[in-house]
């Protein structure tokens, strides 16, 4: 046959909490659910986990039937060791030390020095966490794992039953408790009026023992003289069938040994029951009160006291993985291919590493192993990659494009590191660019955002730190040997578009593909560029540059003659 399958998921509870709720809601049914919370304070699972969800989320599940509690393992420290007493519900303590040492071996742990189970069955739950030193913050690394680990546990609540009427449906606590409460009064009734019937029917039959007890010797006469003495004791004695059959399955000696007496008090002590019975089912509060007197016993019988207590905490976080690893110099490099590597320290000639053939270097940047390396491509997208995570330059690296999606036919431009706040410009060889901050340019994606629009044609520069904004200098130069010097400020600064133009390349030029920009430095004061031309390269000292200083947008001062095939500038260390 077709069967349809519900999710249902209704978390244990205290007994006597809710034995209490109900008793209220049956002697009040007008209570609200706030009034039942007051008993029924939330779940109550097997540990003594700590559940930490709100009150008012709690209550909220109780309203609606759906939502989520959280639990969190018990802690305490003991003689500097951090020690975990109690476990959520249904979480292995084995599978917790193995997710905590997965952690350590990763490097994503330093504060830990060592794990240790001591569970025995005096100690259900023991388990033992040694900070690597006194200056560890236990609250702040007991966060990081309730995150991080199965010891916080969220627990899906959806009270969706089958109730009276045969159809699943969810249910609110008031809603559950009434049709619960119904169901139970129907079943005590259903049971005392079954003892009712019984009860009856024994008296019924004392009736017939009692007529023959006061008649024993004819009654034993009929048995042994007629073939059929059935129908000749309910004709002698005006006895029912029920009652005859009553007298002759009764054996002889039992028969003898009839006393008046006890017939007639266990007929005095059922007709007291049938009465009581009668009484309490014809009136809807002896019936109410059957329940609750049995509500109460059972309490008290099976009852026990909370397990779960219910404090409420603020949410835990992780610990940053960054604020976790060593903080090392590096440089990024980036080759012309899209590969990229990561070497220690700053001290690194990029230009002088090996690189595959037909491959060459493309750009570098310097940086922490602690942050995150931002890599921008031909079409203007930024992309993201945590620095610790690149490959070692001890080799030619990795393709880029096998952990990022850049466009189809995409190239990669250049790369940038550093905090957050620090500056970069960003332009492209049709003249155009602006300054942005490096947290506006982090993509979350594999396939990057959009941050810089280039013009039709135009092509991504490698992008250039600004230390100063307000002193820094700017310097492009194009294909052709105009180069033109300006302050890094009077570019605007904002978190992606076209940007504003820096130096003047006539379109029709650009389009014939006659002029464009060869390369931008950013540069402090006393500084020397290094322009790369067909000729050589040429050393601009800082006293030469006022040959070049111009205002933005213009096209600024002519290189000397033989230079000016360039295709590239840098600032000279």
């Keep these: 046959g077709i069967a349809v399958g519900m999710a249902t998921d209704i978390p244990p509870h205290n007994l006597r909490e809710v034995a209490a709720a109900c008793i209220r809601l049956l002697e009040l049914p007008n209570t609200t ?94 388990l033992v966490i040694v900070p690597r030193s006194n200056r560890v913050d236990p609250v702040e690394l007991m966060d990081h794992l309730f995150t991080t680990t199965d010891l916080e546990r969220t627990y899906r609540v959806n009270i969706n039953m089958i109730g009276l009427g045969g159809r699943p449906r969810v249910y609110n606590l008031k809603e559950l408790l009434s049709e619960w409460l119904g169901f139970r009064t129907e079943t005590v009734r259903r049971r005392l009026q079954y003892r009712l019937e019984h009860v009856k029917e024994r008296l019924h039959i004392l009736d017939g023992l009692l007529i023959a007890f006061l008649n024993l010797d004819e009654v034993i006469r009929i048995i042994r003289r007629e073939d059929e003495p059935k129908p000749k004791l309910i004709k002698r004695f005006k006895l029912t069938d029920t009652q005859a059959e009553a007298i002759l399955e009764t054996r002889l000696r039992h028969l003898a040994k009839l006393e008046e007496m006890k017939i007639r008090g266990e007929q005095d002590e059922l007709t007291r029951e049938s009465k009581h019975l009668e009484k309490t089912l014809k009136s809807k509060e002896l019936l109410k009160r059957v329940v609750r007197d049995e509500l109460v016993a059972d309490a008290k019988e099976f009852g026990d006291d909370r397990r779960s207590p219910i404090i409420e905490r603020e949410a835990a976080k992780a610990i ?35 690189y595959k053939t037909g491959d060459g270097f493309r750009h570098a940047a310097r940086g922490k192993s602690n942050q995150l390396a931002v890599f921008i491509d031909s079409t203007g997208r930024t992309y993201s990659l945590p620095a610790h995570k690149l490959p070692s330059a001890r080799g030619h690296g990795e393709p880029l494009s096998t952990q990022l999606r850049p466009p189809p036919g995409a190239s990669f431009a250049g790369v940038m590191i550093g905090d957050p706040n620090e500056l970069y410009l960003l332009s492209t060889n049709a003249g155009y660019g602006f300054v942005a901050k490096l947290e506006d340019l982090i993509a979350n994606k594999k396939a990057g955002k959009a941050v810089l629009k280039p013009t039709k044609g135009a092509k991504v520069l490698p992008p250039q730190p600004v230390t100063d904004l307000n002193k820094d200098l700017l310097a492009a130069v194009t294909t052709t040997g105009q180069m033109l010097v300006f302050k890094v400020k009077n570019l605007p600064q904002m978190p992606k578009g076209k940007g504003n133009k820096i130096l003047n390349v006539p379109t029709a030029k650009f389009i014939k593909g006659e002029e464009a920009v060869a390369g931008t430095a950013v540069f402090g004061a006393g500084k020397h560029l290094v322009v790369h031309t067909s000729k050589g390269d040429l050393d601009v000292s800082p006293e030469e540059l006022e040959l070049y200083e111009g205002n933005r947008a213009q096209r600024g001062g002519r290189l000397p003659k033989g230079y000016q095939e360039v295709k590239g500038i840098e600032v000279k260390e």
Aim: glycine letters at 6%; a negative charge.
């Design 33 to 126: 659910i706030p009034e039942l919370c007051r008993h029924i304070r939330g779940p109550d699972y097997p540990t003594e986990a700590e559940i930490i969800s709100p009150k008012a989320e709690i209550r909220q599940i109780y309203e609606t039937g759906n939502g989520s509690i959280r639990a969190r393992a018990k802690w305490e420290r003991e003689n500097g060791d951090i020690v975990i007493t109690a476990l959520p519900h249904q979480v292995s303590g084995s599978k917790v030390l193995e997710q905590i040492a997965q952690q350590m071996n990763q490097k994503k742990l330093p504060m830990i020095e060592d794990l240790r189970d001591e569970s025995d069955h005096e100690h259900a739950t023991r």
């Design 320 to 354: 940053d993985v960054t604020q976790l690893l060593p903080t090392e110099p590096i440089t990024v490099i980036l080759s012309e291919k899209g590969w990229v590597r990561a070497a220690k320290g700053h001290e690194v000639d990029a230009r002088t590493l090996d």
